[in-house]
């Protein structure tokens, strides 16, 4: 069964260390976002992506994050300085359309660490 | 942000028993429901969804009913199975406002054998 993958499994990195997650969307799918979950918390979105552009976002993604899908395959989420605070659970998920009915399918996650 | 709220962080159920898992939201312009299982270390897994136009769904062992005018979505397991002990999120989605989903805080089912 088609699934979404995602590397690393866990990432620790310094506070205003640039890190890069990447994942693997299933493959004949058209839509990809990042969703996050903070210890504790909610899963909350960050962004979708379509077409090779953002198509929605949240407050949260902020001039710090940005979307890059470089190839075919891969979908990355940056986080150019980052902040103790985006210490989370990353979240990658994709879906065939976007029409409302859709399913989204997410993949294991990246455990971000900032120290 | 409460748009969906689960009000339960926690249920215990027999092996064998119905599990009811609850889900409230307050955004009348919610019209696509899902519900998704999360074991630890991995990611949302779907599990069902609903359209706010059914007030019912069923698959399998589990079904999904929506009460509209409560603003209300519970999701049934039966029989529940040790299997089944995951954290379980209901998420909500807006026609017409993209594709973002927004999630509850979730309720950890617990499956005794």
């Known amino acids: 069964e088609p699934e979404v993958t995602q590397t690393p499994s866990h990432q620790v990195t310094q506070m205003g260390q640039e890190v890069i997650l990447r994942c693997v969307p299933i493959?004949?799918?058209?839509?990809f976002y990042w969703y996050r979950q903070i210890l504790g918390q909610k899963v909350e979105f960050l962004v979708s992506f379509y077409n090779n552009e953002i198509s929605e976002k949240s407050e949260i993604f902020d001039d710090q994050f940005s979307v890059e899908r470089p190839d075919g395959s891969n979908f990355t989420l940056k986080i150019r300085s980052t902040k103790l605070e985006d210490s989370a659970m990353y979240f990658c998920?994709?879906?065939?359309?976007?029409?409302?009915?859709?399913?989204?399918?997410f993949g294991p996650g990246t455990r971000l660490l900032v120290l | 942000d409460q748009q969906v709220k689960q009000n339960s962080p926690s249920l215990s159920v027999q092996e064998g028993r119905i599990s009811i898992l609850n889900c409230d939201y307050t955004n009348s312009m919610f019209d696509y429901f899902l519900w998704y299982k999360k074991y630890p270390a991995e990611g949302p897994t779907f599990l069902i969804s609903?359209?706010?136009?059914?007030d019912k769904n069923e698959d399998g062992r589990f079904t999904v009913f929506l009460n509209k005018s409560a603003k209300h979505l519970s999701l049934h397991i039966v029989p529940s199975q040790p299997g089944d002990s995951a954290v379980y999120f209901c998420a909500a989605r807006v026609r017409n406002a993209g594709n973002m989903l927004t999630f509850g805080g979730g309720t950890r089912l617990m499956v005794k054998p």
């Open positions: 609903i359209s706010s136009i059914k």
């Open positions: 493959s004949n799918h058209l839509y």
């Open positions: 998920a994709s879906s065939a359309l976007g029409a409302v009915q859709e399913t989204q399918y």
